[in-house]
Nanobody, 128 residues
């Protein structure tokens, strides 16, 4: 059984940066795809970023493209989300999850139902 734990969230001023971590325990996630999602109060869970098993392929939501970077360290069993130029609209709970398969088609990567083993999330609040 894999468990994912997110960390690194907090309160930051607009324009600031944060780096989130998604640490896995119980099993190696080196061969698994990983997605980052976020959910603001009263809103649905939205796709943020995807990374394949090797880190060679990434996908981003249009709203974060150019500002966020997803990466992974398979030796440490960790996936990161570097967030720069943060905006108040980035405020949400950020969660990571493992993809159910390779999710080779980009359209599949953005759907929460294609992921499993969700972490509890970490709160990111961006003040204006």
């Amino acid at each position: 059984q894999v468990q994912l734990v997110e960390s690194g969230g907090g309160l930051v001023q607009a324009g600031g940066s944060l780096r989130l971590s998604c640490e896995a325990s119980g099993r190696s996630i080196g061969g698994r795809t990983v997605g980052w999602f976020r959910q603001a109060p009263g809103k649905e869970r939205d796709f943020v970023a995807y990374i394949n098993w090797s880190g060679a392929t990434t996908t981003y939501a249009d709203s974060v493209k150019g500002r966020f970077t997803v990466s992974r360290d398979n030796a440490k069993n960790v996936v990161y989300l570097e967030m720069n130029s943060l905006k108040p609209e980035d405020t949400a709970v950020y969660s990571c999850a493992l993809g159910k398969g390779s999710l080779s088609l980009p359209a599949l990567r953005t759907l929460p139902r294609n992921y499993e083993y969700w972490g509890q999330g970490t709160q990111v609040t961006v003040a204006s």
